[in-house]
């Protein structure tokens, strides 16, 4: 290239592979002072919730203790925390279990709503009928029909499975459905210049530009998950977290802390879960600027 | 370097499109050459059917009417025939800039690392050497599209079909660009058909201009650019470009004027 050709475009380039003048001028680069700015972010975000909950939890303490609020009816965080924490030996085996449902599940719920959408897709005739009965699916209170899963499939893992993949594959389909309609025209028209076939365009440009669709229903799909596994547990189960619960509330007297302790419990899996599915997320899409 | 052989030719290509109100007639009876080697541009306003027409070029539409020929052969499945440039760069943001280039290769069947060793040298020897490993988004909208028109580039085809490809910069990028441009297709040496509104950039870059009118789309004007290559920003100046310029323009302000009188007709 001459000298001339190279204006203040290519010099302004040159400096470094990131976009000078862009709204992700500070992501962080591989340079250490990058990676700190980048541990700073993350501190920035995770400090101030964190900040919160803990401000909540001190005043829900202090208001319990101070007006002396029977245990049964509320008991405070800390001896919550401290039942829950002697109670390990039963609620282990029971976090492992609807654990299990859950991530099954939700495998389950992914192959149905991927099967769903790329069908939804590629068959003009089946998007007008389908696409319709999904939407509708979701009017029907799935919880309403846990009793007859259980009915269809016994009592074993399979009925969770299914209960939560009901819950769950929706948000997934709908997101993918919409991912693959959003592909950009004009990439699919060169290709379609480069002699792609059908198969190609959907490896080479529909899937990958879907990927941040589908991941949004993902992420949605999998707040659903453990709560299914739950739903499915309280109708008829002989372990998990919802039996668990389920046995906390009808002993004499009624245990309420442990059964708050499950509900905490539960949300700190739902969060793993949806920290798992966003760290999949980024290792299946390398290309997207870090966060 | 030309030996006159037509690499692309249009003879009466006419486009209709069925409406609501009935048919559009798009363009029609479009009469165009480009011959080995030659650098040919189509400029006319927006909504004159170029795009169309180049779109017709490319294989991604059929014509109502007429006859395309590509190296004398009217090819019943035009796709692949030439390589085309789409007017964004339509570069895929989840390939790095190598793999963006190398696409049609591997599209072709080609491996992975095959087509980024062929990639490469094309890379380093316009100017993009220090970007290869770069995604599409660190990149700004001028590097895109010399990623982009080296993808075009490699498919190696004796035809390139390049859609606005400059339309969407600032001034000065773009200059830089048709510059760069120039470069690069004085040394790979194909049939270009470039689709263009600036009026400089066809003037710069063409040996011959066509200039079209709108609905429906015609050509008005042929102007022939005689101008010497390698053709440099100084010629901008030049009382000869600044002639071509001139006359450029005002056939262009002949096609919209008469389009006007004849749109004013109408009840």
Redesign the interface.
């Known amino acids: 290239m001459s000298a001339l050709a190279r204006t203040d475009d290519a010099l302004a380039e040159a400096v470094g592979t990131a976009p000078p003048a862009s709204p992700l001028a500070s992501t962080p680069g591989p340079s250490p002072a990058g990676r700190r700015r980048g541990f700073g972010r993350r501190v920035r975000t995770v400090v101030p919730p964190l900040l919160v909950i803990a401000a909540v939890l001190a005043l829900w303490q202090l208001l319990v203790t101070v007006r002396h609020v029977d245990p049964q009816l509320l008991p405070g965080p800390n001896l919550i925390a401290h039942s829950t924490w002697d109670d390990r030996v039963n609620i282990w085996p029971a976090i492992g279990v609807t654990t299990e449902e859950a991530v099954l599940g939700m495998a389950l719920a992914v192959i149905v709503g991927v099967v769903f959408a790329v069908s939804i897709d590629s068959f003009r005739p089946v998007r007008g009928s389908l696409y319709p009965i999904i939407v509708a699916s979701q009017t029907v209170p799935i919880i309403a029909l846990a009793p007859l899963v259980l009915v269809w499939w016994g009592f074993g893992l399979v009925p969770k499975i299914v209960l939560v993949a009901l819950f769950s594959f929706f948000p997934i389909s709908v997101g993918l459905v919409q991912g693959l309609a959003s592909s950009d025209p004009d990439a699919m028209n060169l290709l379609r210049t480069m002699r792609a076939n059908r198969f190609q365009l959907l490896r080479r440009v529909r899937f990958p530009s879907a990927l941040p669709h589908f991941f949004t229903g993902l992420k949605i799909s999998v707040t659903y998950a453990y709560s299914a596994a739950i739903v499915a547990e309280f109708v008829g189960a002989q372990q998990g977290l919802g039996v668990y619960m389920t046995t906390a509330i009808r002993a004499a007297p009624i245990r309420t802390d442990l059964v708050l302790g499950a509900v905490f419990v539960i949300a700190i899996l739902t969060l793993a879960l949806f920290a798992i599915v966003g760290l999949i997320e980024r290792l299946a899409m390398p290309w997207r600027p870090k966060p | 370097m030309t030996d006159h052989r037509p690499n692309l030719e249009l003879r009466g290509v006419a486009k209709r499109f069925s409406g609501n109100d009935g048919d559009v007639v798009a363009v029609d009876g479009v009469d165009l050459v480009a011959r080995d080697g030659e650098f040919v541009s189509l400029i006319g306003p927006s909504g004159c059917g170029k795009s169309t027409l180049f ?1 017709i070029a ?3 539409e059929e014509v109502s009417g007429g006859h395309v020929l590509i190296n004398g052969e009217e090819l019943r499945d035009r ?2 025939a ?3 440039m ?3 760069d ?1 570069l ?5 800039v190598i793999d963006n280039v190398g ?2 290769l591997e ?2 069947g080609v491996r992975r690392d095959e087509a980024r060793r062929r990639a490469l040298p094309l890379l380093q020897r ?2 993009l050497g ?2 290869t ?8 909208g ?2 895109r599209q010399r990623v982009a028109f080296l993808r075009t580039v490699i ?1 190696d085809r004796p035809l390139l079909l390049l859609d606005e490809p400059f339309g969407a910069l600032d001034g ?2 773009r200059a ?1 660009l048709q ?2 441009l120039n ?1 690069v297709w004085s040394e790979v040496g194909a049939t270009v058909l470039l689709v263009t509104h600036d009026i400089s950039e066809a003037v710069f870059l063409s040996d011959r201009i066509y200039v079209m009118s709108p609905r429906p789309g015609r050509i008005t004007a042929i102007i022939d650019v005689d101008l010497p290559r390698p053709r440099t ?1 100084a010629q901008k100046e030049d009382a000869r470009f600044l002639a071509v310029e001139q006359r450029l323009r005002h056939e262009l302000n002949a096609a919209i004027n008469a389009w006007g009188e004849f749109a004013g007709r109408q009840p």
């Open positions: 779109n490319a294989g991604l796709l692949g030439s390589a085309y789409p007017q964004h339509a895929l943001d989840w390939r790095r696409l049609s599209l072709q316009f100017g220090e970007f490993r770069a995604w599409p988004w660190q990149l700004s001028g590097m498919a000065i990028t830089d510059q760069w470069q920003a």
